[in-house]
């Protein structure tokens, strides 16, 4: 009779203790985490009223998901040389970066940075987020685009972006810097 006592109480302490693990979603340091949630309805709500809440949630962690594996993939082209017309670990030209990272996730672009900045929307460039284009006009005498940058990180409303370019080949730069500051013309969401 004591053992089964000592039993009962046993069992009793255990589901007091709360011994259910607690769960977290622990947020990474360089970017937010993505969580894809159902939305609750109402009785009254149809089935396919529902359905569509749950694919617009989906489709939102979807998009955020691919920006980020976009430049995770054009990170891993960092300090790789400049070359014209490049599009591998050879040699990349900023279009080029561009136009792979892009590719990597099933996102065809057209090859050429003045043709990119036609894709897309415009948006401003306070409402810019990891995965935007940025847009720049280097040659004064042409005033046309012919130079691309994809944005890894928007910290306080500076902007990062990685890109390739003739000097230093693919590299992250701040959009605060004077001469890509001069040279911005405008930044475009593609995803």
């Known amino acids: 009779m004591k053992k089964y006592s000592l039993l009962l109480v046993f069992m009793i302490l255990l589901n007091a203790c709360g011994v259910s693990k607690k769960t977290s ?33 989906t489709s939102i962690a979807t998009s955020e998901e691919k920006a980020f594996k976009i430049i995770d993939y054009a990170k891993t082209f960092e300090g790789t040389r400049y070359k014209f017309g490049g599009i591998d670990k050879n040699g990349m030209d900023c ?8 590719k ?20 401003k460039l306070k409402e ?6 940025v847009f720049f006009q280097t040659n004064k005498k042409r ?20 890109h390739s370019t003739t000097s230093k080949g693919v590299i992250i730069s701040s959009l605060e810097e004077p001469y890509w500051k001069n040279a911005f013309v405008e930044v475009r969401r593609i995803i």
Request: proline letters at 3%; hydrophobic letters at 30%.
């Open 143 to 162: 005033r046309i685009i012919n130079h691309v940058g994809l944005v890894v990180e928007n910290k306080k409303g500076e902007i990062f972006f990685i």
């Open 25 to 57: 979603n622990p947020v990474t340091k360089d970017r937010p985490s993505v969580v894809v949630s159902e939305k609750k309805t109402s009785k009254r709500s149809t089935k396919k009223g529902v359905e569509k809440e749950i694919i617009k949630e």
């Open 104 to 123: 990597k996730e099933n996102i065809t672009l057209p090859r050429i940075s003045r043709d990119m900045a036609t894709q897309g929307v415009s948006i």
């Open 128 to 133: 810019t987020e990891e995965g935007d284009l």
């Open 95 to 102: 279009s080029g970066l561009v136009y792979t990272s892009f």
